[in-house]
């Protein structure tokens, strides 16, 4: 759908504040089936010291009462982010109701999770009840690994923290 390409634009810009904010470059967004933006999310693990807050979990909490709504209203969201989501975020799209799930760019070597469980089947019912696509655009799929080659130098990359603890 051409609105797809809109709202992970959206997702783009906000992988690129994170990184901006020294920290993962992950942007989510929360959109309802008329095409409202619900809530958008992103990476903030290092300015919040939490290693859970993930950009689709930061959407699935700005949404709030929403999620709520949409599940007694059957209500189909769709999340889109700029990188597949990781075990961690995979439950919390479950657990939110989202309806479809759009990202940029696989995560196969990273900590990528929504295809190896849906892979497994142990949750088939609900993930035959989510529409799931994966890299639709490669220019923009391009920009996210752009922005994770820079994160690589970022000096809170744990390579680098430890680089700066433990000389070499
Ligand atoms: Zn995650």
């Known amino acids: 759908m051409k609105k797809d390409r809109y ?5 783009l810009e906000e992988a690129e504040k994170a990184l901006n904010e020294n920290t993962y ?14 809530s958008r999310g992103r990476n903030r693990v ?3 010291q939490d290693s859970t807050a993930h950009a689709e979990i ?16 059957r209500e189909k969201f769709t999340l889109y982010t700029s990188l597949e989501p ?16 759009v990202w940029l760019l696989n995560d196969d070597v990273g900590f990528g999770g929504y ?3 849906n892979d497994t089947k142990i949750y088939e019912r609900k993930f035959h009840e ?21 994160w690589l130098t970022n000096p809170n990359h744990v390579t680098n923290l430890r680089k700066a603890i433990i000389p070499e």
């Open 25 to 38: 470059p992950v942007g989510a967004i929360i959109v309802d089936e008329n095409q409202n933006i619900i």
């Open 115 to 117: 295809k190896k469980i």
């Open 58 to 73: 930061d959407a699935i909490r700005n949404a709030g009462q929403s999620i709520f709504n949409a599940k007694v209203n």
């Open 46 to 48: 290092h300015p919040e």
């Open 86 to 101: 990781c075990p961690m975020c995979t439950g919390g799209i479950l657990f939110a109701n989202i309806k479809k799930v």
């Open 7 to 11: 709202f992970l634009e959206l997702a």
């Open 130 to 150: 989510i529409e799931s696509i994966e890299e639709p655009y490669g220019d923009l799929k391009q920009k996210q690994m752009e922005l994770m080659s820079k």
